[in-house]
């Protein structure tokens, strides 16, 4: 397997793959903007799935992105055939596969035999058709971390320490009209992130322990709390502003696009959520953020940033059980308000009189 220095390459234009679940792409946007600094003059292309196409939609870092849905069962082998078309077309000199799945290394592979593929395969694997790829790691690692373990093997600089997205200017404006109706001004708000896809609802810590802590940051002297998600939070978050019942409490969830939660969530005081694709949007921010970790591991879906902490309980055989199922929740039970304001970073909110 091949250690090469690519930045010492003649590199014109490069490819890269992600398309997993919202939150891993999110994360690897931190990893483009590495490619990007690295290979300042090359042109820059990306492959993601239809449903996250939009988070790159003014995104300066690339000249075209590519959504056609190679997932199994979506287009079958027409949207191969496309997809094929499509990186023979544009002379790629590098492929960066931060996928490296299964499905992708099939469609790299059908390109190597076909050959159709750049010179320069990087994956995270060490495994045909790539020819770079990091040495192979054991136990938990976060996607970040093998991610950039795969730049670094291409002799890329991983210098980005979060996930970096470019809001377009009606974001910008949805998010200021926002603030302006709901009298939220810079650093006088948190925002709360209470929900998770309506599948996932065990990584949830529950609308009452929320509702708690927005009281508790209320009576430590924030002047607002903002709740916000999407579609599958709504129950969610009416629960908690019913529960609280003021106009301290601003429920914006549901009215937001997913791209204007980073000027939103960028002039909070500070951000509190579950294990969520929305916190890892948030996390572009550098706004201080505790993330409620349950049945899932934070040393592996935890958002990335030195700001970002994750709480989770201890003592429990079955914590990191990712189940779908449970009748007793005691990994979210045994997490309280108190817990998570302690892992706030001292002088973000004041102390209890």
């Known amino acids: 397997m091949d250690q090469i220095d690519l930045t010492k390459q003649p590199i014109r234009r490069i490819l890269v793959m992600k398309w997993s679940a919202m939150g891993d792409v999110v994360i690897s946007s931190a990893l483009v903007e590495d490619i990007r600094n690295a290979f300042p003059e090359a042109t820059l292309d990306l492959h993601t799935m239809p449903p996250w196409a939009p988070l790159f939609a003014h995104d300066p870092r690339f000249a075209e ?3 056609i849905d190679v997932r199994r069962g979506r287009g079958g ?43 320069h395969l990087v994956g995270n694997h060490r495994r045909f058709p790539y020819t770079i790829a990091p040495s192979p790691v054991t136990g938990p690692v ?13 002799g890329i600089p991983t210098l980005t320490p979060r996930p ?5 200017p009606e974001n910008r ?3 200021a009209s926002l603030m302006a109706e709901n009298g939220l001004q810079e650093r006088n708000y948190a925002v709360l992130l209470p929900g998770s896809q309506a599948a996932g609802w065990l990584k949830r810590w529950g609308a009452s322990r929320y509702a708690a802590l927005a009281r508790e940051l209320k009576e430590r002297g924030l002047e607002k709390i903002v709740l916000l998600g999407g579609p ?50 948030a996390s572009c921010t550098d706004r201080p953020m505790v993330i409620v970790c349950g049945p ?20 429990l055989d079955c914590i990191n059980c990712y189940g779908k199922t449970c009748d007793h ?13 302690a892992a706030l970073p001292p002088g973000v909110i004041p102390e209890p009189n």
């Open 65 to 67: 992105v590519c959504s």
């Open 77 to 119: 082998w027409r949207s191969v055939r496309q997809w094929l078309g499509f990186v023979r077309n544009r002379r790629y000199d590098l492929i960066v596969d931060l996928q490296s799945n299964d499905r992708s290394r099939g469609l790299l592979t059908l390109l190597k035999l076909t050959g159709a593929a750049p010179r």
């Open 142 to 154: 976060h996607a970040f971390d093998l991610q950039q373990a795969t730049l670094r093997a291409a």
């Open 164 to 168: 970096v997205l470019h809001p377009g």
């Open 173 to 175: 404006r949805h998010a």
């Open 232 to 281: 599958d939070e709504l129950e969610e978050c009416t629960r908690i502003a019913e529960t609280c019942a003021g106009d301290w409490l601003v429920n914006l969830c549901g009215r937001t696009a997913i791209l204007d939660l980073v000027p939103l969530c960028g002039a909070a005081r500070l951000i509190v959520g579950n294990d969520t694709g929305t916190a890892h949007v």
């Open 296 to 315: 899932t591991d934070p040393r592996r879906v935890k958002p990335v940033g030195d700001n970002v902490v994750a709480v989770q309980a201890e003592g």
């Open 329 to 341: 929740h005691s990994c979210m039970a045994r997490i309280t308000p108190e817990t998570v304001l």
